[in-house]
């Protein structure tokens, strides 16, 4: 079993600052991409932020300059540095990596619960 945990949600005020963490545990062989997603009342999901194997990252238009994905590879752990916050940041976000069991050759997605970040005054 795979297990993601998400961590570092809350509530803060616009121009602050958050950082949330994901960590992964359980039956690993390798994780492959890694990111957020995130989901405000009444929309879709949407990807936030993503770093693959090789550190390559891309983000949604909307946190460029603002949002900073990370990883350790050796924690199997991942951070995304959120600053400069808008009120419509406030959403749940989730966590997701593609991870390979020691069992399988093939990869799968795997998410987290989700945490609430709320910017409002």
């Given at each position: 079993q795979v297990q993601l945990v998400e961590s570092g949600g809350g509530l803060v005020q616009p121009g602050g600052s958050l950082r949330l963490s994901c960590a992964a545990s359980g039956s690993i062989a390798s994780v492959n991409a890694m990111g957020w997603y995130r989901q405000a009342p009444g929309k879709e999901r949407e990807l936030v932020a993503h770093i693959d194997s090789t550190t390559n990252?891309?983000?949604?238009?909307?946190?460029?300059?603002?949002?900073?994905?990370?990883?350790?590879?050796?924690?199997?752990?991942?951070?995304?540095?959120?600053?400069?916050?808008?009120?419509?940041?406030?959403?749940?976000?989730?966590?997701?990596?593609?991870?390979?069991?020691?069992?399988?050759?093939?990869?799968?997605?795997?998410?987290?619960?989700?945490?609430?970040?709320?910017?409002?005054?």
């Open positions: 990252t891309n983000y949604a238009d909307s946190v460029k300059g603002r949002f900073t994905i990370a990883r350790d590879n050796v924690k199997n752990t991942w951070y995304l540095q959120m600053s400069s916050l808008k009120p419509e940041d406030t959403a749940v976000y989730y966590c997701y990596a593609r991870i390979r069991p020691p069992w399988r050759s093939a990869s799968s997605d795997y998410w987290g619960r989700g945490t609430q970040v709320t910017v409002s005054s």
